[in-house]
């Protein structure tokens, strides 16, 4: 992680750290809370996204199976469940495509501005 933006293969490791104690996706099916099903869905998709995408940054032509899996419609099936995990969502999610929709291009800068309206709108 020289450049300080982590890899595709760290991220991953989140979901999925190789062993059968760790890792997103364990700890999903280790949790016998009905009512947070929703909440993994939501966190895996982001994630998973996250990830896809700092392989494709890095021109990485090999990646792990659930992550050649992803596509953009992730992204609509994540701000799907997020608002059903609570309705009031609508808003957040409005405010937050709005803002990212006035840029022509995310530059490093605009990552700051994101965070202070993410914090804002929680």
Known sequence: METGIPTGDE???????????????INMQMDEEYRNELKWDCIIDAVSYICQ????LNNEKYLPAPIEN???EIIEHC????E??????????K????YLNSLD???KED????????????
Do not use: H, W
């Open 11 to 25: 991220i991953y490791k989140l979901l999925d750290d190789g062993t059968e104690f760790g890792g997103l996706f």
């Open 53 to 56: 995408q700092a392989y494709l």
């Open 70 to 72: 992803v596509s953009e």
């Open 79 to 82: 701000l799907q469940t997020f």
């Open 84 to 93: 059903k995990i609570n309705p009031q969502n609508e808003v957040f999610i």
């Open 95 to 98: 405010k937050v495509t709005e």
């Open 105 to 107: 291009e995310i530059e």
């Open 111 to 122: 990552i700051g501005v994101i965070r202070s309206v993410l914090r804002g709108l929680m």
